[in-house]
């Protein structure tokens, strides 16, 4: 299952390195890596103040303002 989580993590770090398109698989490996940190935060009051680097919620942000239709 490390695995898994690692690739997703991969797939931000080299599209946010610009060694990879910013493209659909990188903003789905984003919201599944955002649901994670929601899931850990509920766990306790010590994970409450983790969050995303500057450079990943500027690319959420990114995504949230793509256009739809």
């Known amino acids: 299952?490390?695995?898994?989580?690692?690739?997703?993590?991969?797939?931000?770090?080299?599209?946010?390195?610009?060694?990879?398109?910013?493209?659909?698989?990188?903003?789905?490996?984003?919201?599944i890596l955002a649901e994670r940190l929601e899931r850990l935060k509920r766990l306790g009051k010590v994970f409450s103040n983790i969050e995303f680097s500057p450079y990943i919620k500027k690319l959420k942000n990114r995504q949230n303002a793509l256009p739809v239709g």
């Not at 610009?18 to 903003?27: H, L, Y």
């Open 1 to 31: 299952m490390r695995e898994i989580g690692s690739n997703h993590c991969q797939i931000v770090r080299t599209s946010l390195t610009g060694k990879r398109a910013v493209d659909e698989q990188t903003f789905a490996s984003l919201t």
